[in-house]
């Protein structure tokens, strides 16, 4: 078995047996190299002993005496400072021996502190630490504990007092939502109302003018009144459909676009006269046929041409226009008017060019929704010569 060994790693108690192997190794040398020393003092000092004396004992004498008393000397000069070297070595062992347990002892402290706080909030005992400089780190670590501890209540407040906020912002929004729901309820009520009722005094006024344009010529204030019957009821229709689409189903059927667009220029032209306008109404096709919800389809043409009245300039002509263009019908409105500088805005709803006052109001965001509901392309061009809409319809049997 491998055994590694690293400084980085090493336990306390691993450091303890490495200091006393060291200390001991090192006594070891200590008490070797100063026995060679004393040795060596010794042979001397009996060597100089014995010149004096040379001439009364033999040189074999000598020699034997000699090695006798070094001996003797060396056996315990060996033994004084064997004894005193391990006296040594066991006091500074028994002192490093303490101070290692009281070592120990704060550190193992320290580890129960760690321990302990990982789930209460308890402080170490300055008491039970013997080092100075450990007491600072105890200090220190209380100190960090009692921080933690004050954050961690004022976060237990901050969460108790959020969740009194958040449960009481909630019963608020869900009391508003309630309101809103409510309020949007009788807003749908009472535009039903309006609408259903809006609509017999219309067709009343409507009917009326006819029938009295039947006995009786038009005059100027006959033709206004019935420009703005016809505005109404064109606001009337965007609004009973805004009102219904929802909640009926728009079925499709055949229809024949250009006897269609035909009726409502013709529904229209009374209004367009009385902003000094007319209709160039252009088109190759005695019969073209789409495939249609009818209610949908007028929305698309009247909001188109109710536009084109308000906006083309005075005494001009707005060309109505029906074409085909490989399996699609055309249907195109222009007109000269004010340019649009962002044509991508115009079904935009309350939309406003500039410092302008008035806007294309919900009509044109209402044929938005019905062209993308539909599969209708539309585009807008507008230049200082003209401002086209073209709308294409596929055609039905394609």
Do not use: W
Request: hydrophobic residues 40%; charged residues 25%; proline residues 1%.
């Amino acid at each position: 078995m491998k055994i590694t060994f690293s400084l980085k790693n090493i336990t306390i108690k691993q450091a303890n047996i490495l200091t006393v192997v060291v200390l001991l190794f090192l006594t070891i040398i200590f008490v070797g190299l100063l026995t060679q020393e004393m040795y060596k003092d010794y042979e001397h000092a009996l060597e100089q002993s014995y010149i004096s004396g040379a001439q009364e004992v033999s040189q074999s004498d000598i020699l034997e005496q000699k090695h006798k008393k070094l001996k003797a000397l060396t056996i315990k000069t060996v033994l004084v400072m064997v004894t005193l070297a391990f006296i040594l070595f066991a006091i500074f062992l028994g002192l490093n021996n303490l101070f290692n347990r009281l070592l120990q002892r704060d550190i193992q402290a320290f580890l129960e502190f760690f321990e302990r706080a990982a789930h209460n909030e308890q402080v170490i005992n300055h008491r039970l630490i013997f080092f100075k400089d450990i007491k600072i780190m105890a200090g220190y670590a209380n100190e960090m504990v009692q921080k933690i501890s004050k954050q961690k209540y004022d976060l237990i407040d901050l969460n108790l007092g959020l969740e009194d906020r958040v449960k009481e912002k909630t019963k608020k929004l869900e009391n508003e939502k309630i309101f809103s729901q409510e309020l949007l309820k009788s807003q749908k009520e009472f535009l039903r109302y309006t609408v259903h009722e809006t609509n017999t005094p219309l067709s009343v006024i409507l009917t009326s003018i006819e029938l009295y344009t039947m006995r009786h010529p038009k005059d100027r204030q006959l033709s206004k009144i019935e420009s703005a019957v016809k505005n109404i009821f064109s606001i009337y229709d965007d609004l009973s459909y805004l009102v219904k689409k929802d909640q009926i189903e728009y079925p499709k059927v055949a229809i024949n676009l250009s006897k269609y667009v035909v009726s409502r220029v013709d529904f229209f032209t009374e209004v367009a006269e009385h902003s000094h306008l007319s209709f160039e109404y252009r088109t190759k096709f005695k019969d073209s046929y789409i495939y249609f919800n009818e209610t949908k389809l007028q929305r698309i043409v009247d909001n188109t041409i109710t536009n084109a009245i308000k906006y083309t300039l005075a005494n001009e002509s707005i060309e109505i226009q029906l074409s085909q263009s490989g399996t699609y019908l055309e249907f195109l409105v222009a007109s000269k008017s004010k340019i649009i500088k962002d044509t991508d805005k115009v079904f935009d709803e309350y939309y406003r060019e500039g410092s302008r006052d008035d806007g294309f109001g919900i009509g044109l965001r209402l044929v938005r929704s019905i062209c993308d509901e539909e599969g209708v392309d539309i585009s807008v061009s507008s230049s200082d010569n003209k401002t086209v809409f073209l709308y294409k319809f596929k055609m039905m049997g394609e």
